[in-house]
């Protein structure tokens, strides 16, 4: 028994602290750009800790990243303290002392324009991202770009530089860029305004953030602040830099307001070490309605080839304007889209790109491309002035489709609200030099919802059914009629079989307004379908069904979170089941799932779940044999344990459920309540699933029927087996408060094989380096632990190849 202890507080410590050194593994070199063969790309990691990390089940990506990283490797791999390590696509020459991984995938990294090398840790949390620009340091073939400061940001250009050393490299040792910290050293890292376009005369912010580079605590220093106006120098004032610490930065916020003009705003710290201690900031301050009316209205992002990145303009304007000089920059980096006059007239569309694609209206080459990213950028447009013309500011979650395209919503709203960005719905994937196919028409009135007063209408009782119309269009709309019908063929659109009810008028509707219709209704208990159409041709929004729940209220239904998805293989795919405990129907419109972060809304629809029915919510469409909903606002459910509240349309909290897991709980596993009686709200309430597809959605949970008391049963069909025609199925029985340990040893006691907590799974009489296990009889060892009390039971397994 002893023997079995040891092995689990060796593989327990091993996890606390690869989890505590994660951040302290930094991309310290690239190689991107090797002459000859594009084997001989590699990159190197440098622990920068104090503590040994084992890199087994680490991951990385290039720019190409959309949610499936490439493993670095599988197997035991420790950097110890202050080491490197290369990861290359071959074996390549090296110092003998040079520590290569070589990985069984390899992403081909480019070798100009721009590429990312991306690292994660083996639950797929990002440790470290680069970003390098081919163009912005130019190295060249068999020159590598090494980090300056192995502390600083991997994102920041200035961060990196191309390699001096003789070799080209200098794999495995220290970079020959690399900079030494001084005790002292305060960088002035962001200036910024806010607002960004100040009208005249209006008080704005200027905001400033030092940082310490040394490596004692700063005190004593000042930062000032001015602005220049032709020749004319003023003073801003100044603040006291006070005891900033290693590592560390503080913000500073000054207040001023210019009339008209152009000026250069210069912030500095009287601090002389390095190069750091001033940044510039140029501003134009216009009057009110000068401001070009260009705007960005799509962005292609994520294109098949990464190299066909393009953005659209458009003159939302009534006056041509000459974009020459104009810049299109992202955080990391600038570009000119051309010094050559280019006109953009009134409703015309332009295009630029860095490589030449073939497009319907003018396309702009821009030379100096900003890359955008995969998971989310932003984008600024400025003329020749450097005054900020419009703005993009795009998020992504989940997966994302290459060669779809983010369309603005609304042209006259801002671009830098991620809300009015949407994913094109064209079938081509985008529109570039026409309309975009989200767009809102000029004219346009949509059926937004319909609720009932009461919520749940008692049988034979009068109740108002309320028809919500909105002007979804961004023009105002004269009066429309709404008419609502019994959905007598039950297809839950307007058809001539369904029964009229009866008609209303809305108001005049202004853009983005909405009104109700309003209808007196009085029906038995059922299930009421029902469909309202209002009379308008434009779009597919002119109708909505909604079943009302007509219900004795003497039948009461009960819903409860029954099983939880909160670590899936996607981490987009993770789902809710709701299960009816009760013996009446139950209307979740209007619910709400909440966490400790938020609350989110389920669904307006009317939603009604029968008594013994489930039903999922999910963020993502994901197949289910059960009703789905699909939430567009998503709790992200922790992997380390959560908290969730079901809340009905008053704000009544409905259940609760509270999980905790470890680092070992596997992914696609979820979490399920022992019984439909247990108290959610009680984390011993939950277990893994021990369904061999590692959930039960729809259908009754595994542990339901999982035996009770400490009986513990374990199966192993076929024993014995011959592992070159099958594998042998381990399943295990134990109550649903105990934590199950499965291992496999030899006679003489050695491990062989190490399944971890898991109650169904398949031995292929391998042990774990993958190689296969001579013939003859094994032990399976099932640890069990139950409020800190660990019992052993053993049950035979037999090898027997080529004898059955």
């Known amino acids: 028994m002893e023997v079995f202890m040891r092995s689990v507080i060796i593989i327990l410590t091993a996890v606390a602290v690869s989890v505590v050194a994660y951040a302290q593994i930094v991309v310290n070199e690239v190689m991107f750009n090797p002459s000859g063969s594009p084997e001989n790309e590699w990159f190197e990691l440098y622990n920068v800790s104090d503590s040994d990390v084992d890199l087994s089940g680490w991951l990385w990506s290039d720019s190409s990243y959309s949610g499936s990283p490439t493993p670095i490797t599988e197997d035991e791999h420790i950097i110890s303290a202050g080491g490197y390590v290369i990861v290359s696509k071959e074996a390549w020459g090296t110092p003998p002392s040079c520590d290569v991984i070589i990985p069984s995938t390899w992403r081909s990294l480019n070798n100009s324009g721009y590429d990312e090398v991306i690292v994660f840790s083996p639950d797929t949390e990002i440790v470290e991202k680069v970003i390098y620009v081919e163009s912005e340091h130019g190295c060249g073939e068999d020159i590598s770009l090494e980090r300056i400061d192995p502390f600083g940001s ?5 961060n990196w530089g191309c390699c001096d050393d003789p070799s080209g490299n200098t794999a495995c040792g220290e970079n020959s860029i690399h900079s030494e910290p001084v005790p002292i050293d305060l960088a002035i890292t962001s200036l910024t305004i806010d607002p960004e376009n100040p009208e005249p005369d209006e008080l704005f912010s200027i ?19 001015k602005y220049v106006s032709g020749s004319d120098t003023t003073d801003v004032g100044s603040e006291p830099l006070e005891d900033i610490s290693s590592g560390t930065s503080v913000g500073k916020e000054f207040s001023l307001s210019l009339s008209a003009g152009t ?3 210069i912030a500095e710290v009287d601090d002389t070490v390095g190069s750091n201690n001033t940044q510039t900031y140029s501003l134009t301050i216009v009057e009110p309605g000068a401001v070009p009316q260009i705007r960005i209205s799509e962005i292609m992002f994520k294109p098949a ?9 458009f003159n939302a304007g009534t006056t041509d304007v000459d974009i020459a000089n104009w810049t299109i920059a992202d955080p990391a980096y600038s570009g000119t889209i051309t010094s050559e006059t280019m006109i953009i007239s009134p409703g015309d569309y ?5 490589f030449d694609t073939t497009f319907s209206c003018t396309t702009i080459l821009c030379d100096g491309w900003p890359y955008l990213n995969n998971d989310g950028d932003s984008i600024f447009l400025r003329d020749g002035s450097g005054l900020l013309v419009d703005q993009c500011v795009y998020e992504v979650s989940g997966t994302w489709d290459s060669d779809v395209s983010y369309e603005r919503y609304n042209i006259m709203l801002s671009g830098a609200d991620p809300s009015n960005w949407l994913g094109c719905e064209d079938e081509a994937g985008s529109t570039p030099c026409a309309p975009n196919s989200v767009a809102p028409l000029d004219y346009d009135v949509a059926i937004s919802n319909i609720t009932t007063d009461p919520q749940n209408p008692l049988p034979e009782q009068d109740f108002t059914l309320n028809v919500w119309v909105k002007n979804v269009g961004l023009f105002d709309v004269p009066p429309k009629n709404v008419s609502l019908y019994l959905d007598m063929d039950e297809n839950e659109i307007y058809s001539s079989a369904d029964s009229l009810i009866g008609s209303g008028t809305t108001s005049e509707l202004a853009a983005g307004e909405s009104t109700s219709v309003d209808f007196v209704l009085n029906f038995p208990a059922g299930l009421v379908k029902l469909v309202a159409v209002v009379d308008d041709t434009a779009g597919d929004n002119n109708e909505y069904y909604r079943t009302v729940v007509v219900a004795d209220s003497t039948a009461q239904g009960r819903i409860i979170i029954t099983e939880i998805m909160f670590k899936p293989e996607v981490s ?6 709701l299960y009816n405990d009760g013996d009446g129907i139950v209307d979740i419109a209007n619910w709400t799932i909440a966490d400790p972060s938020g609350e989110y809304t389920i669904t307006t629809s009317s939603t009604p779940i029968a008594p013994g029915d489930y039903l999922i919510i999910a963020e993502f469409d994901t197949n289910f044999s059960c009703n789905t909903i699909y939430c567009s606002d998503w709790p992200w459910l922790n992997n380390s344990g959560d908290s969730l509240w079901l809340r009905d349309g008053d704000g009544n909290v409905v259940d609760q459920a509270a999980y905790e897991a470890g680092d070992d709980w596997d992914y696609g596993v979820s979490a399920e309540i022992t019984s439909p009686s247990a108290d959610g709200a009680v984390v011993s309430s939950w277990g ?9 959605p729809c259908e009754d949970n595994s542990l339901w029927s999982m035996p009770q008391g400490e009986k513990l049963s374990v199966n192993i069909e076929p024993n014995p087996f011959d592992p070159q025609l099958e594998n042998a199925e381990i399943i295990v029985g134990a109550p649903a408060d105990v934590d199950v340990q499965v291992h496999i040893y030899d006679l003489r006691g050695k491990l062989i094989k190490d399944f971890g907590s898991v ?8 042990d774990e380096y993958g190689n296969d296990v001579p013939t003859g009889a094994y032990i399976l060892v099932v640890q069990t632990e139950k409020d800190g009390k660990k019992e052993y039971k053993k049950f035979p397994v037999a090898v027997a190849r080529g004898m059955r």
């Open 572 to 577: 987009s795919e993770e789902w809710i089941e």
């Open 305 to 313: 080839e990464s190299s066909k990145e393009w953005i659209e303009l």
């Open 688 to 696: 893994a699933s021990r369904s061999a597809d590692g959930s039960t």
């Open 154 to 158: 991997s994102t920041d250009q200035s």
């Open 759 to 766: 109650f169904s799974t398949t031995w292929d009489g391998k």
């Open 207 to 225: 905001l400033v953030d030092v940082r310490n580079n040394g490596t004692e605590t700063a005190t004593g220093f000042n930062l000032y602040v």
């Open 350 to 354: 332009i295009i630029i790109t860095e």
């Open 263 to 265: 000026y250069t705003i």
